[in-house]
């Protein structure tokens, strides 16, 4: 069993940063794939990044490419996800999860275990 605690979120305005963290218990992450997800309200879960086991490759959503920063640490068993120049639409609830994969996925179905999620709200 794996238990995922994202902390981080919170309140900023407009064109603002965030770093959210993902912290692991019960096992290590080190062969396990993670992937941020964000709901927003009245909308479907989404995908946001991903890494695999190792660190060597990631993926993201386009509306995010270029601002967001998936990275981790297997070391203190955290992922961590840096939200640069933030804009409204990107106010959710933040989840991690982790995949029993070495390779990352963007389907958040074949993710094992969630956290509860942290809200993130994008003032204009």
């Known amino acids: 069993q794996v238990q995922l605690v994202e902390s981080g979120g919170g309140l900023v305005q407009a064109g603002g940063s965030l770093r959210l963290s993902c912290a692991a218990s019960?096992?290590?992450?080190?062969?396990?794939?993670m992937g941020w997800f964000r709901q927003a309200p009245w909308k479907e879960r989404e995908h946001v990044a991903a890494?695999?086991?190792?660190?060597?490759?990631?993926y993201y959503a386009n509306a995010v490419k270029g601002r967001f920063t998936i990275s981790r640490d297997n070391v203190k068993n955290t992922v961590y996800l840096q939200m640069d120049s933030l804009n409204p639409e990107d106010t959710a609830v933040y989840y991690c999860?982790?995949?029993?994969?070495?390779?990352?996925?963007?389907?958040?179905?074949?993710?094992?275990?969630w956290g509860q999620g942290t809200q993130v709200t994008v003032s204009s």
């Open positions: 019960g096992r290590t992450l080190d062969r396990y794939s």
């Open positions: 890494m695999n086991s190792n660190g060597d490759i990631t």
């Open positions: 999860g982790a995949r029993s994969d070495s390779y990352f996925r963007i389907n958040q179905g074949l993710y094992d275990y």
